[in-house]
């Protein structure tokens, strides 16, 4: 019967009482995109623009990108889209870009870094998404990937406003989710990457399955961090959302609402079962199980104690 219900979950996303959280999908191309767009789905809260460079010896073109990016633009005609520029390096290094042999790579020139040896990139990249933002008529959410400083969000803030975009940044650094105040003063929108700021806050490599008790999202010390970013969203009154698999979990949902969050992104097959959990609660609900999930002193006591204020 929960089964039925789940998959009779048509959206939009609200609590009980009525407080409005975007259900969106994370997508990766044109066919993910259209994929994700019969899904019950409000918008894209994260398209990974870096899978299309991974198996290129070159730079796609800007004639390429720009196709590219329309594509998943007008998948989702008129509602809302945030596309993230180029997240390579680490686990996923590209083939056109010389810098292979970083013993640490998970610590080293990845996301946004790249600005600093090969600007050209990412920023033949948002002149891709400005002509596909115009063509398409639409104005897109556009955020970098791997901010640790302000200055680094000012920059990008820079370059995406100057092309008529809305600009934004990822929060998954530590020290961008210290500073998350700071940085929304600069952009006008962040979105937390869990995956990466669970790894970076544990010190625990996410792809290791023996570290996966401390690569949990319901890490207290995690949860703590984004509590301070979704102080500063609501200070600035601005957007904070979710795109990493945190957004998935129905429970962690109502926790992330709880502390500020109001979008949540991830694999569309699991929107259905986060929308009809958060439908089912109250926004002082949410906040209730907040403060229990921060009070807890292991992930899985965060887990039980917010349980115990939206039940399973
Ligand atoms: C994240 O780090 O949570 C995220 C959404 O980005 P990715 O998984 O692509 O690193
Ligand atoms: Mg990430």
């Known amino acids: 019967d929960t089964a039925e219900k789940i998959a009779a979950w048509r959206g939009p996303g609200a609590t009980a009482d009525g407080e409005p959280v975007l259900?969106?999908?994370n997508v990766a191309?044109?066919?993910s995109a259209r994929a994700a767009a019969?899904?019950?789905?409000?918008?894209?809260?994260?398209?990974?623009?870096?899978l299309a460079f991974l198996d290129r010896a070159t730079e796609p073109t800007l004639e390429e990108q720009t196709a590219l990016y329309r594509e998943v633009i007008d998948a989702f005609d008129g509602q809302k889209v945030v596309i993230r520029t180029l997240d390579a390096g680490s686990d996923k290094p590209l083939k056109f870009v010389a810098n292979t042999d970083e013993p640490n790579p998970a610590m080293g020139v990845r996301g946004n870094r790249i600005v600093a040896t090969y600007p050209e990139i990412r920023n033949g990249q948002l002149?891709?998404?400005a002509a596909a933002a115009k063509g398409a008529g639409a104005v897109p959410w556009v955020m970098a990937p791997m901010i640790a400083t302000v200055d680094e969000a000012r920059e990008f803030a820079g370059?995406?406003?100057?092309?008529?975009?809305?600009?934004?940044?990822?929060i998954e650094v530590p020290s961008a989710a210290i500073l998350a105040d700071k940085i929304l003063a600069e952009v006008d929108f962040v979105s937390v990457g869990t995956n990466d700021l669970t790894q970076y806050t544990m010190a625990a490599d996410r792809m290791s399955p023996e570290l996966a008790s401390l690569t949990d999202p319901w890490q207290p010390a995690v949860l703590a961090l984004i509590e301070m970013i979704g102080r500063a969203g609501e200070k600035h009154s601005k957007s904070v959302g979710v795109c990493g698999e945190a957004a998935a979990d129905p429970l962690l949902a109502c926790v992330l609402v709880g502390l500020g969050v109001r979008s949540l992104s991830s694999a569309p097959a699991a929107s259905p079962a986060v929308g009809l959990k958060l439908g089912g609660v109250t926004l002082q609900q949410c906040r209730d199980a907040a403060t229990a999930a921060l009070a807890a002193t292991s992930a899985s006591g965060a887990r039980d104690a917010a349980r115990a204020v939206v039940g399973a």
């Open 159 to 170: 370059q995406v406003r100057g092309r008529g975009m809305v600009p934004g940044v990822m």
């Open 127 to 129: 002149d891709a998404l």
């Open 38 to 50: 019969d899904a019950p789905v409000q918008g894209v809260g994260l398209f990974r623009t870096e």
């Open 29 to 31: 191309d044109g066919v």
């Open 23 to 25: 259900i969106l999908a």
